[in-house]
C-alpha cells in the first residue's frame, strides 16, 4: 500500500552543522511533496515543499530534493541551529480512490548538540 | 492575521463518553482538515470539509465524526470514547487542495 517512510528516527547533529532528513515514498503518482517542522506542544508548521515537476527547491537555510527515480525525499538544513531542535514530517498528496489525500510519515526528530 | 484556533487545548473524559472538538480556520480558508496524532502512528488523516462539505474521509470508525460551519469553523465529535482515542487532534486550515496547510496547537484529549 501507499506509504511515506522516514529513515532514521532520531538525528544528532552538531550545532552549526548542516542537517540531512529523508524519506521515501512508494506512490509514484504523488504529485507534490511537504515538509513540516513540529515542536514539543505545538502543532506542525509548514517547511517547504515540491512538486513532482521540480527536482530542487531552496528556502531560507532550507532546501528540499526529490529524486522520482528512486521516491526519495530529502530536507537540508543548513548551519544547523538550537532552534530547529523539533520532529520533522515528510508528508506525499495523491489522489486516491477519487479522494485527495495526504500522507504523512512516521516523522524524525532532530537534536541539536552543543 | 490569527492563526488557526482550537478549543479545549486539553481535555480528559472517560470511556463510552462522547467529545466534542472545535477548530476556527485562518480568515478566508475554506478548508477545514482533521488529524489525530499518536506517538505510535503519526499523524491520521481524520477527514477534510470544504464549504460545509465533508470532501474526503480517512480510515476511521463512524464514532468520528465532523462537520462545518457556513464560517468555516469546524467541530469533530467522538462518541463512545475508547480508551486508544488519547490522543492529539490536530485541525489544519487552508485555501484548498494543494495548498499550504496551517495547523492549529492541537487539542489534547486523554480517555481513562
Known amino acids: 500500500g501507499e506509504s511515506v517512510g522516514l529513515h532514521l528516527p532520531t538525528l544528532s547533529v552538531q550545532e552549526g552543522d548542516n542537517s540531512i532528513i529523508n524519506c521515501a515514498y512508494s506512490n509514484s503518482a504523488s504529485d507534490y511533496f511537504i515538509w513540516y517542522k513540529q515542536e514539543s506542544g505545538k502543532g506542525p508548521q509548514f517547511i517547504i515543499d515540491i512538486r513532482s515537476n521540480m527536482d530542487k527547491r531552496q528556502g531560507q537555510r532550507v532546501t528540499v530534493l526529490l529524486n522520482k527515480t528512486v521516491k526519495h525525499l530529502s530536507l537540508q538544513i543548513a548551519a544547523t541551529q538550537p532552534g530547529d531542535s523539533a520532529v520533522y514530517f515528510c508528508a506525499e498528496s495523491l489522489i486516491m480512490d477519487s479522494n485527495y489525500q495526504l500522507i504523512w510519515g512516521a516523522g524524525t526528530k532532530l537534536i541539536i548538540k552543543p | 492575521k490569527a492563526g488557526v484556533t482550537q478549543t479545549p487545548r486539553y481535555l480528559i473524559k472517560t470511556r463510552g463518553q462522547q467529545v466534542t472538538l472545535s477548530c476556527s480556520p485562518i480568515s478566508g480558508h475554506r478548508s477545514v482538515s482533521w488529524y489525530q496524532q499518536t506517538p505510535g502512528q503519526g499523524l491520521q488523516f481524520l477527514f477534510e470539509?470544504?464549504?460545509?462539505?465533508?470532501?474526503n474521509k480517512g480510515n476511521f470508525p463512524g464514532r468520528f465524526s465532523g462537520r462545518q460551519f457556513s464560517n468555516s469553523r469546524s467541530e469533530m465529535n467522538v462518541s463512545t470514547l475508547e480508551l486508544g482515542d488519547s490522543a492529539l487532534y490536530l485541525c489544519a486550515s487552508s485555501l484548498g487542495r494543494g495548498n499550504e496547510q496551517y495547523f492549529g496547537p492541537g487539542t489534547r484529549l486523554t480517555v481513562t
Open positions: 470539509y470544504f464549504s460545509e462539505t465533508q470532501r
